[in-house]
């Protein structure tokens, strides 16, 4: 791919510690990657209780957070650097079950 690597790996890595605190102390989390068409996709997946359907329209917001003490900027950001990096961030979650976070860039051309 082809942007700043300390803008994605921040990215990614807001996404992961964001998994990270969601996931109950015995959870896994799984990463892949995939390269599809001209995009390259990181998939992360926790096992934590997943997003509530009130809040999934509001998770990418700037200072929308729903732990204590969160400042809601994490996913804010990563949003946003995929973006600037004419990528896309999506997620799929389920309630007690948990949640992924799908990332896709373009391949340099």
Known sequence: IQGDPIQIKQAILNILLNAIE???PSGSITLATEIKDSNVSIKVEDEGGGIQPDYRERIFDAFFSTKEGGIG???ALAFEIIKMHHGHLSFT????KGSAF???LPLRR
């Open 73 to 75: 900027l994490g996913l």
């Open 102 to 104: 799908i990332v896709s």
């Open 93 to 96: 979650s389920e309630v007690g």
């Open 22 to 24: 969601n996931s109950p």
